[in-house]
């Protein structure tokens, strides 16, 4: 079925986006990325310990993934404006995750720092996805600023609670015409399915398959998930009643 | 001389580089992003960017995240 997602000029066959965050080891990325079928994939930018050397993460995602560097630890606009600007001088792109937090208890995104920066990095050429509350005058805004995609968060970030945010979500889906792609908070298959059945155009995870069992398990059942649900949405499902509509023909016979 | 790297005041030699200073830290070159007092500075200007006292140093490269 030929049913791209087409963001910042790239069209995407997988509806499924992963993050790197928590894994228990980097050498699971590049196999959580491909059991994902994931094309997209967020990584963050922090400072070097020469005391606690890190390998470079790049290292370990396959070179035709899309980077999106997310801005995680930004707690205004001016700081997510220069973690931005810095990742694309490394050469990874021009994709960026806007994530402006100062809540450190919920994780909850400020819309309102998150337009700025959207505002300002949309009109430097970047392809912007502001990761938000799911508001739909902040998403309007959003999409008024140049954002190439929203990304409301379906529960707070890590919580794995799923998708507890789906009625304003539902309500973004319907007003605005940017693609809405559920990020943070999904723990279960079941709940990408839900989000891409009501029309999500993605689903962004992370530690739903970093905290698992068997993390390439997850990550597979995810990637199935989603597209079962975006199936489910293109299929248009039926009416819903209140009482019961037989479903076999009714049998007069036995009655006469 | 003192700078401030990646946020904490540092003693390095007098006549450092950016190049230089990696190298010597053992910093990963091919991996890391360089802010010198808030500017990008790109790779090839590494090795002729002197540092001076004061000057504030990020050293920065990716990690994983969602």
């Known amino acids: ?256 | 001389m003192r700078i401030i790297l990646n946020g904490k005041q540092t003693e390095v030699s007098s006549d450092v580089t950016i190049s230089t200073l990696l190298k010597s830290n053992d910093f990963p070159e091919e991996a890391v992003l360089i802010e010198h007092n808030g500017a990008i500075v790109p790779q090839e200007e590494w090795a002729n960017t002197e540092l001076r006292t004061g000057d504030k140093l990020e050293i920065l490269h990716f990690v994983g995240g969602g």
């Open chain 1, 1 to 256: 079925m030929y049913d791209p997602l087409i963001i910042g000029g790239r069209e995407l066959k997988s509806r499924f986006f992963v993050g790197t965050g928590k894994f228990s080891s980097n050498q699971l990325i590049p196999q959580v990325i491909k059991a994902s079928g994931a094309q997209v994939v967020t990584v963050a930018l922090r400072r070097v310990d020469p005391d606690y050397p890190q390998e470079n993460i790049l290292n370990y995602v396959p070179v035709d993934t899309i980077l999106m560097p997310n801005t995680s630890g930004a707690r205004n606009a001016d700081e997510a404006i220069r973690i931005a600007r810095l990742a694309r001088a490394s050469g990874c792109g021009e994709w960026i995750k806007i994530e402006v937090i100062a809540d450190n208890r919920y994780l909850l995104p400020d819309n309102f720092e998150t337009l700025k920066a959207t505002e300002v990095l949309a009109q430097e050429g970047f392809v912007v996805l502001p990761y938000m509350n799911p508001d739909l005058m902040a998403a309007k805004q959003m999409e008024a600023a140049g954002a190439a995609a929203v990304m409301p968060l379906g529960a707070p970030i890590g919580s794995n609670r799923g998708l507890r945010t789906k009625e304003l979500i539902r309500i973004l889906i319907a007003e605005i015409d940017l693609p809405i792609i559920v990020d943070a908070g999904l723990g279960r298959p079941s709940e990408a399915a839900e989000a891409m059945e009501m029309g999500a155009a993605a689903v962004l995870v992370n530690t739903a398959l970093a905290t698992a069992g068997d993390p390439l398990q997850m990550a597979e059942a995810f990637g199935l998930a989603v597209q079962a649900g975006r199936q489910g949405y293109l299929a248009a499902p039926g009416i819903v009643h209140t009482t019961g509509q037989a479903s076999s023909p009714l049998t007069d016979f036995l009655r006469e």
